[in-house]
Protein backbone atom coordinates (compact mmCIF):
# COMPACT_ATOMS: atom_id res chain seq x y z
CA UNK A 1 0.00 0.00 0.00
CA UNK A 2 1.28 3.71 -0.62
CA UNK A 3 2.37 5.89 2.19
CA UNK A 4 -0.75 6.80 4.17
CA UNK A 5 -2.68 10.24 3.80
CA UNK A 6 -4.22 11.28 7.54
CA UNK A 7 -6.65 13.62 7.74
CA UNK A 8 -6.71 15.41 4.22
CA UNK A 9 -9.38 13.87 2.22
CA UNK A 10 -12.42 14.90 0.20
CA UNK A 11 -15.48 12.34 0.47
CA UNK A 12 -19.01 12.99 -1.73
CA UNK A 13 -22.13 11.15 -0.71
CA UNK A 14 -24.54 11.25 -3.38
CA UNK A 15 -27.83 9.67 -4.54
CA UNK A 16 -31.78 10.96 -5.52
CA UNK A 17 -33.46 13.62 -3.54
CA UNK A 18 -35.77 11.98 -0.96
CA UNK A 19 -32.49 9.35 0.43
CA UNK A 20 -31.41 11.87 2.93
CA UNK A 21 -28.33 13.18 1.13
CA UNK A 22 -28.46 16.39 2.84
CA UNK A 23 -28.95 15.18 6.31
CA UNK A 24 -27.01 12.39 5.75
CA UNK A 25 -23.72 15.09 4.82
CA UNK A 26 -24.74 17.45 7.37
CA UNK A 27 -24.28 14.50 10.27
CA UNK A 28 -21.29 13.61 8.42
CA UNK A 29 -19.88 17.09 8.53
CA UNK A 30 -20.92 17.15 12.95
CA UNK A 31 -19.10 14.28 13.44
CA UNK A 32 -16.07 15.39 12.07
CA UNK A 33 -16.28 18.45 13.68
CA UNK A 34 -16.80 16.77 17.31
CA UNK A 35 -13.87 14.91 16.24
CA UNK A 36 -11.56 18.97 15.99
CA UNK A 37 -11.42 18.05 11.96
CA UNK A 38 -11.19 21.24 9.76
CA UNK A 39 -14.35 20.67 7.56
CA UNK A 40 -15.91 22.15 4.71
CA UNK A 41 -19.01 20.97 2.99
CA UNK A 42 -20.48 21.81 -0.30
CA UNK A 43 -24.53 20.80 -0.84
CA UNK A 44 -25.86 20.54 -4.59
CA UNK A 45 -29.64 19.61 -5.63
CA UNK A 46 -31.65 20.09 -7.97
CA UNK A 47 -35.03 21.60 -7.92
CA UNK A 48 -36.97 18.52 -7.26
CA UNK A 49 -38.48 17.00 -4.08
CA UNK A 50 -37.96 13.49 -5.12
CA UNK A 51 -36.10 12.10 -7.97
CA UNK A 52 -32.96 13.16 -9.77
CA UNK A 53 -29.03 13.71 -8.57
CA UNK A 54 -28.43 15.47 -5.70
CA UNK A 55 -24.64 15.09 -3.88
CA UNK A 56 -22.72 16.56 -0.61
CA UNK A 57 -18.90 16.98 -1.15
CA UNK A 58 -16.83 17.26 2.32
CA UNK A 59 -13.80 18.27 2.41
CA UNK A 60 -11.62 17.41 5.68
CA UNK A 61 -8.50 18.81 6.77
CA UNK A 62 -6.27 19.84 10.05
CA UNK A 63 -6.02 23.30 8.04
CA UNK A 64 -8.74 25.87 7.77
CA UNK A 65 -10.41 25.41 4.25
CA UNK A 66 -12.22 28.24 2.18
CA UNK A 67 -13.82 25.97 -0.70
CA UNK A 68 -14.68 22.22 -1.57
CA UNK A 69 -11.76 20.85 -3.63
CA UNK A 70 -11.03 17.60 -6.05
CA UNK A 71 -9.87 15.44 -6.63
CA UNK A 72 -12.47 12.51 -4.50
CA UNK A 73 -10.75 10.48 -2.55
CA UNK A 74 -14.19 8.43 -1.26
CA UNK A 75 -17.88 7.75 -2.68
CA UNK A 76 -20.78 6.80 -1.05
CA UNK A 77 -23.24 5.92 -3.82
CA UNK A 78 -26.62 5.28 -3.02
CA UNK A 79 -27.52 5.17 -6.55
CA UNK A 80 -26.29 3.78 -9.91
CA UNK A 81 -25.69 6.76 -11.24
CA UNK A 82 -23.86 8.46 -8.21
CA UNK A 83 -20.74 6.09 -9.49
CA UNK A 84 -21.03 7.19 -13.03
CA UNK A 85 -21.65 11.23 -12.05
CA UNK A 86 -18.50 11.43 -10.47
CA UNK A 87 -16.25 9.00 -11.84
CA UNK A 88 -13.85 12.03 -13.51
CA UNK A 89 -13.30 13.81 -9.69
CA UNK A 90 -11.72 10.21 -8.50
CA UNK A 91 -8.11 10.03 -7.65
CA UNK A 92 -5.99 7.01 -8.14
CA UNK A 93 -6.21 5.10 -4.97
CA UNK A 94 -9.59 6.65 -4.32
CA UNK A 95 -12.49 3.92 -3.46
CA UNK A 96 -16.03 4.03 -3.80
CA UNK A 97 -18.85 2.80 -1.86
CA UNK A 98 -22.46 1.18 -2.57
CA UNK A 99 -24.81 -1.28 -1.80
CA UNK A 100 -24.25 -5.35 -3.07
CA UNK A 101 -27.32 -5.07 -5.14
CA UNK A 102 -26.25 -2.44 -7.68
CA UNK A 103 -25.48 -2.95 -11.15
CA UNK A 104 -22.25 -1.26 -12.00
CA UNK A 105 -19.57 -1.57 -14.32
CA UNK A 106 -16.33 -1.58 -12.49
CA UNK A 107 -14.27 -1.64 -15.32
CA UNK A 108 -14.31 2.19 -15.75
CA UNK A 109 -13.26 2.42 -12.27
CA UNK A 110 -10.61 0.02 -12.22
CA UNK A 111 -8.84 1.64 -14.98
CA UNK A 112 -8.22 4.50 -12.94
CA UNK A 113 -6.85 3.10 -10.38
CA UNK A 114 -10.24 2.99 -8.37
CA UNK A 115 -11.25 0.28 -5.37
CA UNK A 116 -14.86 -0.45 -5.94
CA UNK A 117 -16.28 -2.13 -2.48
CA UNK A 118 -20.00 -3.44 -3.01
CA UNK A 119 -21.05 -3.80 0.80
CA UNK A 120 -24.36 -5.60 2.17
CA UNK A 121 -25.54 -1.92 2.88
CA UNK A 122 -29.26 -2.90 2.55
CA UNK A 123 -29.20 -6.31 4.37
CA UNK A 124 -27.30 -4.62 7.50
CA UNK A 125 -30.30 -1.43 7.40
CA UNK A 126 -32.68 -4.12 7.21
CA UNK A 127 -31.23 -6.84 9.35
CA UNK A 128 -31.15 -3.70 12.53
CA UNK A 129 -33.62 -1.40 11.55
CA UNK A 130 -35.18 -1.06 8.44
CA UNK A 131 -34.06 0.09 4.52
CA UNK A 132 -34.26 3.88 4.72
CA UNK A 133 -31.24 3.52 7.16
CA UNK A 134 -28.71 2.84 4.10
CA UNK A 135 -27.90 6.36 4.05
CA UNK A 136 -26.57 5.53 7.94
CA UNK A 137 -24.94 2.02 6.49
CA UNK A 138 -23.03 3.59 4.28
CA UNK A 139 -21.60 6.70 6.40
CA UNK A 140 -21.10 3.60 9.10
CA UNK A 141 -19.05 2.51 6.12
CA UNK A 142 -16.77 5.16 5.49
CA UNK A 143 -16.20 5.50 9.14
CA UNK A 144 -14.75 2.09 8.92
CA UNK A 145 -12.84 1.83 5.57
CA UNK A 146 -10.67 5.46 6.94
CA UNK A 147 -10.81 3.57 10.54
CA UNK A 148 -12.39 6.94 11.96
CA UNK A 149 -13.68 6.74 15.32
CA UNK A 150 -16.71 5.51 15.22
CA UNK A 151 -18.00 7.44 18.52
CA UNK A 152 -18.25 11.03 17.02
CA UNK A 153 -20.93 9.88 14.87
CA UNK A 154 -22.83 7.92 17.18
CA UNK A 155 -22.86 10.94 19.52
CA UNK A 156 -24.44 12.96 16.30
CA UNK A 157 -26.55 9.64 16.10
CA UNK A 158 -28.41 9.94 19.25
CA UNK A 159 -28.31 14.05 19.03
CA UNK A 160 -30.37 13.73 15.68
CA UNK A 161 -32.75 11.16 16.79
CA UNK A 162 -33.61 11.66 20.48
CA UNK A 163 -37.02 12.95 19.47
CA UNK A 164 -38.24 9.81 17.15
CA UNK A 165 -37.45 7.75 20.28
CA UNK A 166 -34.73 5.29 22.03
CA UNK A 167 -35.35 2.66 19.37
CA UNK A 168 -34.73 4.81 16.39
CA UNK A 169 -31.48 5.79 18.23
CA UNK A 170 -30.85 2.56 19.09
CA UNK A 171 -31.48 0.80 15.16
CA UNK A 172 -29.41 3.88 13.67
CA UNK A 173 -26.14 3.08 16.34
CA UNK A 174 -26.74 -0.58 15.70
CA UNK A 175 -26.87 -0.38 11.71
CA UNK A 176 -23.69 2.11 11.67
CA UNK A 177 -21.86 -0.32 13.72
CA UNK A 178 -22.71 -3.13 11.80
CA UNK A 179 -21.46 -1.37 8.38
CA UNK A 180 -18.38 -0.07 10.68
CA UNK A 181 -17.12 -3.48 11.16
CA UNK A 182 -17.62 -5.05 8.06
CA UNK A 183 -16.03 -2.21 6.46
CA UNK A 184 -13.18 -2.08 8.38
CA UNK A 185 -12.55 -5.87 8.91
CA UNK A 186 -12.84 -5.89 4.51
CA UNK A 187 -10.98 -2.73 3.16
CA UNK A 188 -9.60 -0.79 6.22
CA UNK A 189 -5.95 -1.89 5.64
CA UNK A 190 -5.69 -1.78 2.28
CA UNK A 191 -7.16 2.16 2.13
CA UNK A 192 -4.53 4.81 2.48
CA UNK A 193 -6.85 7.75 3.12
CA UNK A 194 -7.47 7.89 6.93
CA UNK A 195 -9.11 9.81 9.17
CA UNK A 196 -8.59 10.74 12.75
CA UNK A 197 -9.39 12.88 15.80
CA UNK A 198 -7.40 16.04 17.01
CA UNK A 199 -7.91 15.24 20.67
CA UNK A 200 -6.55 18.80 21.68
CA UNK A 201 -8.37 20.94 19.07
CA UNK A 202 -10.94 23.42 20.29
CA UNK A 203 -14.40 22.84 19.71
CA UNK A 204 -15.44 23.24 16.08
CA UNK A 205 -18.26 25.77 15.43
CA UNK A 206 -20.28 23.92 11.82
CA UNK A 207 -22.46 26.16 10.30
CA UNK A 208 -23.89 26.89 6.72
CA UNK A 209 -23.86 29.63 4.87
CA UNK A 210 -27.72 30.72 5.83
CA UNK A 211 -27.14 30.08 9.26
CA UNK A 212 -24.01 32.86 8.90
CA UNK A 213 -26.47 35.08 7.17
CA UNK A 214 -28.94 34.84 9.82
CA UNK A 215 -26.75 35.34 12.96
CA UNK A 216 -25.19 38.22 11.22
CA UNK A 217 -28.19 39.62 10.79
CA UNK A 218 -29.48 39.18 14.15
CA UNK A 219 -26.23 40.81 15.78
CA UNK A 220 -26.59 43.56 13.10
CA UNK A 221 -30.29 44.76 14.78
CA UNK A 222 -32.51 42.44 12.63
CA UNK A 223 -35.66 41.83 15.08
CA UNK A 224 -38.57 41.11 12.67
CA UNK A 225 -38.24 38.76 9.52
CA UNK A 226 -41.30 38.08 7.14
CA UNK A 227 -41.03 35.18 4.46
CA UNK A 228 -42.31 32.47 2.37
CA UNK A 229 -40.31 28.99 3.32
CA UNK A 230 -38.86 28.52 -0.38
CA UNK A 231 -35.51 26.38 -0.73
CA UNK A 232 -32.85 27.43 -0.56
CA UNK A 233 -33.99 30.07 2.18
CA UNK A 234 -35.66 28.51 3.98
CA UNK A 235 -33.61 27.89 7.25
CA UNK A 236 -33.11 31.37 7.30
CA UNK A 237 -36.81 32.10 8.54
CA UNK A 238 -36.11 28.43 10.64
CA UNK A 239 -33.04 29.98 12.24
CA UNK A 240 -34.51 33.23 12.97
CA UNK A 241 -37.94 31.66 14.53
CA UNK A 242 -35.61 29.50 16.67
CA UNK A 243 -33.68 32.42 17.76
CA UNK A 244 -34.65 32.64 21.65
CA UNK A 245 -37.02 34.73 23.29
CA UNK A 246 -35.05 37.76 25.02
CA UNK A 247 -33.96 38.68 21.25
CA UNK A 248 -37.63 39.97 20.50
CA UNK A 249 -37.11 38.55 17.07
CA UNK A 250 -40.51 38.94 15.57
CA UNK A 251 -40.97 36.40 11.78
CA UNK A 252 -43.93 35.98 10.09
CA UNK A 253 -44.95 33.28 7.66
CA UNK A 254 -46.30 35.47 4.81
CA UNK A 255 -49.15 32.96 3.39
CA UNK A 256 -49.63 29.57 2.55
CA UNK A 257 -50.28 27.14 -0.88
Not at 62 to 75: A, T
Request: glycine share 8%; hydrophobic share 40%.
Amino acid sequence: MADVVTNDMNIVIGGDAGQGIESSGAGFCLSFARAGLQVFGMQDYRSRIRGGHNFYQIRLSEEPRLSHSNPVHLVLALTPETVQLHLDQLVEGAAVIFPEKFEIDPEPLRERGVRVDALPLMRIAEEHGNRVMTNTAALGAAAGITEFPLEFMESVIRDNFAAKGQQVVDSNVNVAKAAYNIARERYGGEFRYKLSAIRDAPKRMLLNGNEALAMGALAGGCRFVSAYPMSPATSIIEWMSAAPHEYGVVTKHAEDE
